[in-house]
């Protein structure tokens, strides 16, 4: 494989400085790596021949993007820094966007954050190298490249990734209502509802995990989002909540979440109420034993 010497150049398409100052951090910081291996930063894009993209692609930044891309060298890769730049994240649908960026350009690489953390940018960076190697030397761009860095590390109270329990959800919908990314995607079908949860366009506010009624869904501290450009639609975490039948009529219907009847029958063992009828016949058997 040829040996490249990387020269980075970065480009704002409109991010408010979150991602760029991240960027600084991972590239000049020496424990990030970058700052002491051979990749060099260059301030005139004709020089370079790894792209870093941050900011979701305004209107006004379109022709700007468009310009530096005819004068890169080639072959080059595309790293795109950020949630704004691998969905638009919280400024998706705003007048003043045309992005994604993959609108525009080959993207090679994904970090997704909001900001990311400057390990993981410096991971995307050592990914965009990778994919820049094997361009260079004509092999097949690799569908899949292993973590280049393993010391990856977080507080336990680091918003990162958001899981989800789904023995604890009740498809109420509250998170996908109050998701201002749209990372949270909740169908229906005969057998009950599917919980998605888009990593890259998750912004970590939280909100989430803030509103949902019976803690289901929640935040955890792994901040494993870089990814390759072929990755970025299947980096979604689907949960099934399947519907139960009731005991009573046989009606399919959502269960109770155990995890809210612990909070309304707080004296009483969740697992020994009688939850296994549908709120029609739960009704009907209540009306029954108060006045029958
Ligand atoms: S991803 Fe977040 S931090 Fe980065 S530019 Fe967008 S809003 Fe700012
Ligand atoms: S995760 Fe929580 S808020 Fe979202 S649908 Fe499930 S119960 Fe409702
Ligand atoms: S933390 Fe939750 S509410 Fe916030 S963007 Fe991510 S999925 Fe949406």
């Known amino acids: 494989m040829s040996k490249v010497v990387p020269k980075v150049f970065r480009i704002n398409t409109g991010s408010c400085n979150g991602c760029d100052v991240e960027f600084v951090a991972a590239a000049f910081v020496d424990k990030f790596h970058i700052a002491t291996s051979d990749v060099e930063f260059v301030d005139d894009v004709k020089d370079a021949n790894l792209l870093v993209i941050t900011g979701p692609l305004t209107a006004r ?14 072959p080059f890769t595309v790293v795109g820094v950020g949630t704004c730049s691998v969905s638009c994240g919280i400024f998706r649908d705003s007048y003043a966007i045309n992005g994604p960026l993959d609108k525009f350009v080959d993207v090679d690489v994904n970090v997704a954050g909001c900001p990311p953390r400057p390990e993981s940018i410096a ?18 761009t690799p569908k899949t ?29 509250t998170c996908e209502t109050v998701c201002p990314s749209t990372a949270i995607k909740i169908e229906e079908n005969e057998e ?18 803030y509103f949902c009624p019976t803690g289901a869904i929640f ?20 949960a099934n909540i399947p519907f139960e039948e009731c005991s009573c009529c046989g009606e399919k219907y959502m269960p109770p979440s155990r995890g809210l009847l612990g909070k309304s029958y707080v004296h009483d063992d969740v697992n020994k109420l009688n939850t296994n009828i549908c709120s029609k016949c739960r009704k009907e058997a209540n009306f029954k034993r108060m006045y029958a």
């Not at 930044?61 to 080639?74: C, I, Q, R, Y």
């Not at 935040?219 to 639609?233: G, H």
């Open 123 to 140: 991971e995307g960076i050592a990914k965009g190298i990778k994919v820049l190697e094997q361009k260079l030397s004509g092999e097949v």
């Open 219 to 238: 935040s955890t501290n792994s901040f494993d989002t870089v990814k390759l450009q072929n990755e970025k639609f299947s980096d979604v975490n689907v």
């Open 61 to 74: 930044s379109e022709s700007f993007l468009k310009n530096a891309l005819t004068k890169l060298k080639k």
């Open 192 to 209: 009950g509802f599917i919980h998605n949860i888009w990593h890259n366009s998750c912004c970590y506010c939280g909100n989430c995990a």
């Open 145 to 173: 490249i292993d973590t280049i860095f393993s010391d990856f590390s977080a507080p336990a109270s680091f918003r990162g990734r958001m899981d989800l329990n789904p023995d604890m959800c009740t498809g109420c919908r």
